[in-house]
C-alpha cells in the first residue's frame, strides 16, 4: 500500500493516509492559576515516517478515551483521515509547520510487524555554544519558531523538590549540561522531574549522558535556564 509522507502533507485536505512510529507522548494539561487544578486537553504525538520527517499530532481527551486503538510510545501505526493546520505559536516541538488534528473519522491501525526503515528517534540538536545567542536575539515570546533538542553531561544534579508557584506545588529538578566548553542550566517540571530523576538513579555508568528534547530556552540576569 502506498502512503503519504509527512514531508508532503499541506492543508488542501484531510483524506490523507500515513505511516508512522510515535517517537514522543505527552499530556496536554491547563492549570488553573487561582485554584491549581489541572484539566486534560488531550494528548500530543510526535509522528516520525521512513522518509525521517516528524510532525506533531493532537488529539482531544473526549476522542482519545472514545479510540477503540491503545496508543503508545514504540509502535507503528497507520493513520487515515485526518485533517491538517499551520502549525503556530512559540516553542513548537518540531520545526515542522504543519500539526495533525485528529477528527472524529480519523481511524488508526496498529501495526505488529517491525519496520526496521523507520528510525526510532529523530532529533534537531542545536549546539550548546549556540543557546545563549539564541535566547537572547529573542524579540517576543512568540521566538523561537520551535523548540530545541540538546544533548551534553550532566552535572550538579539536584534531587526532586516541591517548591509553590502560582498554579500550586510543584516538582523540579535542576542541573547543568555541559559540553565541556559551554554548560547550562536546565530545569525540569512536574511528574517529568520524578521521571528524569528515576533515570538518573538508574544509571550505572559515568557521566550521565543526556538528551533533553523540545527544550524552551530563557534568560534570567544575562544567563541561560531551559525548561
Known amino acids: 500500500m502506498a502512503y503519504d509522507q509527512l514531508s508532503e502533507l ?61 496508543i503508545d510510545k514504540g ?62 536575539k529573542c524579540p517576543n515570546d512568540e521566538y523561537p519558531e520551535y523548540s530545541t533538542d540538546i544533548i551534553g553531561v550532566v552535572e550538579d544534579f539536584e534531587h526532586v523538590s516541591s517548591i509553590k508557584t502560582k498554579f500550586g506545588q510543584r516538582n523540579i529538578v535542576r542541573f547543568r549540561i555541559t559540553d565541556g566548553r559551554n554548560s547550562h542550566k536546565v530545569s525540569i517540571w512536574g511528574d517529568l522531574a520524578v521521571k528524569a530523576e528515576n533515570d538518573y538513579n538508574k544509571a550505572v555508568e559515568t557521566p550521565v549522558i543526556a538528551i533533553v528534547t523540545s527544550t524552551r530556552l530563557k534568560t534570567y540576569k544575562s544567563k541561560l535556564n531551559s525548561f
Open 10 to 70: 499541506d492543508t488542501t485536505r484531510s483524506t490523507w493516509n500515513i505511516k508512522v512510529l510515535v517517537t514522543r507522548m505527552w499530556p496536554s494539561i491547563s492549570i488553573q492559576a487561582t485554584h491549581g487544578r489541572e484539566n486534560l486537553k488531550g494528548y500530543n504525538l510526535i509522528l516520525l515516517d521512513d522518509n525521517n520527517s516528524h510532525v506533531q499530532a493532537f488529539i482531544y481527551a473526549d476522542q482519545w478515551n472514545s479510540m477503540a486503538v491503545n
Open 75 to 136: 509502535s507503528i501505526y497507520v493513520i487515515s483521515n485526518f485533517y491538517t493546520k499551520e502549525a503556530t505559536g512559540s516553542c513548537r516541538p518540531v520545526s515542522s509547520k504543519i500539526l495533525i488534528n485528529f477528527s472524529p473519522s480519523t481511524t488508526v491501525q496498529k501495526l505488529t510487524e517491525d519496520d526496521f526503515m523507520i528510525p526510532l528517534h529523530k532529533f534537531e540538536f542545536v549546539d550548546l555554544g549556540d543557546l545563549f545567542s539564541m535566547a537572547t
